[in-house]
Structures are given as structure tokens and as C-alpha cells.
């Protein structure tokens, strides 16, 4: 992945989670939190083929950043409409992560769209290089 594509990422990341503080909420179950994690990452893509879309149309960086934030707001209002917080999503996460992987081990399903999200990231990112 190249430098600017990570750091994009990282900085969607912690923005979310620092704009978001926890507060009372939670997730229902290990799908839920499947399924919030997937779509954010779909969200974290689309922002990512606009800001591509931006570099390539010579927007200005100002412009690129309203893209940034315009990502940066789906994502808290994804999790928004659950009842959780981008940072009880990854609390979530890490206090499950063997269940969750347990989880997804018996729904392969599901591991069929992390892999299709992976290969247009992967694809995404070396565009971007």
C-alpha cells in the first residue's frame, strides 16, 4: 500500500474515532459488528475512488479534503444509526476478536465480501501509488 493511500486510511480512522467518544450503545451481536465493519470499509472505499477521482481531476486540496470529510461523516452516521460510536465498534472488535474470527470461520460467507473488499483496496491502492 502505498504512503499517501495509509496514511488517507489512518487519518479517516482516527478522525472517526476521535470525533466519535464512546458513550452508552452497543452491538447486538458478532454479525452486527460484521456487518458495520464491512460497510464502513465500502464507505472507506467509495471516499477513496473520489479522492483518486479529485487527484486526477487536479482538485484542489481544499476540495480534496471536503471529500475526506464528506467520508469521514458517512461513516459516523453509519454507525450513528446502529446506536454505536466508530470507538465501541472497534472496543467491540478487539474485546471479541477470537469469537469474531470463530464467527466468521463458520459464516464463510462473510469472508467472501472481506476478501472482495481486500482485492479493491489492494487495487484502489496501487492506482494511487
Given at each position: ?24 450503545g ?51 452516521a ?18 471479541h476478536?477470537e469469537?469474531?474470527e470463530?464467527w ?7 469472508n ?6 481486500q ?6 491502492s496501487?492506482?494511487?501509488?
Amino acid at each position: 500500500m502505498s504512503n499517501l493511500v495509509y496514511r488517507f486510511v489512518l487519518l479517516l480512522v482516527l478522525s472517526v474515532s476521535i470525533v466519535m467518544p464512546a458513550h452508552a450503545g452497543s452491538l447486538g451481536s458478532h454479525e452486527e459488528f460484521v456487518y458495520l465493519d464491512q460497510q464502513a470499509r465500502l464507505i472507506t472505499l467509495e471516499g477513496m475512488k473520489a479522492r483518486h477521482d479529485g487527484l486526477n481531476a487536479s482538485l484542489t486540496q481544499s476540495e480534496l479534503m471536503k471529500i475526506d470529510e464528506a467520508t469521514r461523516e458517512e461513516i459516523i452516521a453509519l454507525f450513528a444509526e446502529h446506536g454505536v460510536t466508530p470507538s465501541q465498534h472497534a472496543a467491540y472488535g478487539s474485546r471479541h476478536a477470537e469469537e469474531i474470527e470463530q464467527w466468521l470461520e463458520n459464516h464463510p460467507s462473510w469472508n467472501v465480501i472481506y476478501d472482495d473488499l481486500q482485492r479493491e483496496f489492494d487495487s484502489l491502492s496501487a492506482a494511487m501509488r
